[in-house]
Each structure stands twice: as C-alpha cells, then as structure tokens.
C-alpha cells in the first residue's frame, strides 16, 4: 500500500523559508513524475513543482512561474523522500501543500492529463505579511 507523508508545514513571515518533506513508503518514483500542488481557499488546485526521475535516475524539474526562483523541488530516492525548499515565501504562498505521486507530464506546464494516482493528507502553510 502506498502512502505519502507530508511534513515541515507551518506559519511564517513574508521572506521567511519553509522546508516540505514527504515521504513515500510502498513507492519509488521511476520513469514517472511526483510533485507538489496547493489548494488555497476558494481558490482551485494548483501545481506548484514536480519532478521527474528517469528510469536510470537522471531528472527533470518543473515549476509554476510564481514560484520559479524561490521554491526548490529535490527527490532523494535513498530515503524515499521528496522536498519542497520555499524561500521569500509571500502571503500568496499560503495554502494547503499536498505531496502527489505517480503522474505524467506533458511540456513545461504542471498540468497532467490524469490526476497523480497517489495524495498525501496534506500540510498547511501559512504566510504573514
């Protein structure tokens, strides 16, 4: 059974840095994509970064234009574990992280035709200004 365990949410102010771990227990990301997306309130889903890991284990990285720059997606296949690095975190930042897994992607764009077959529970991050 495969579960995604999301951690390292929280409350800081504007500029501040923010590091979101998941876990991934019964999955090992290969020729496929995992990421990260947020939902704020009233606000639809988005994606935020994702990454893609070759099946000989090079990558590939994504991210949305509003975070480009700022957020750093990383993958340790070692540790089964995903990170998100946020930094000059703004107020906009704030939402509901979630971790995903198991997707494609098609072009530069966070968008993939199906849904990520894998959801973490999610972890909340909250930025002041």
């Known amino acids: 059974q495969v579960q995604l365990v999301e951690s390292g949410g929280g409350s800081v102010q504007a500029g501040g840095s923010l590091r979101l771990s998941c876990v991934a227990s019964?999955?090992?990301?290969?020729?496929?994509?995992m990421g990260w997306f947020r939902q704020a309130p009233g606000k639809e889903r988005e994606g935020v970064a994702a990454?893609?890991?070759?099946?000989?284990?090079?990558?590939?990285?994504y991210y949305n234009a509003s975070v480009k720059g700022r957020f750093t997606i990383s993958q340790d296949n070692a540790k089964n574990t995903m990170y998100l690095q946020m930094d000059s975190l703004k107020p906009e930042d704030t939402a509901m992280y979630y971790c995903?897994?198991?997707?494609?992607?098609?072009?530069?764009?966070?968008?993939?035709?199906?849904?990520?077959?894998?959801w973490g529970q999610g972890t909340q991050v909250t930025v002041s200004s």
């Open positions: 995903a897994a198991d997707f494609k992607l098609f072009g530069r764009e966070i968008a993939p035709p199906s849904p990520p077959r894998y």
């Open positions: 019964g999955y090992t990301v290969s020729g496929n994509c």
């Open positions: 990454i893609y890991v070759g099946i000989y284990g090079g990558f590939l990285t």
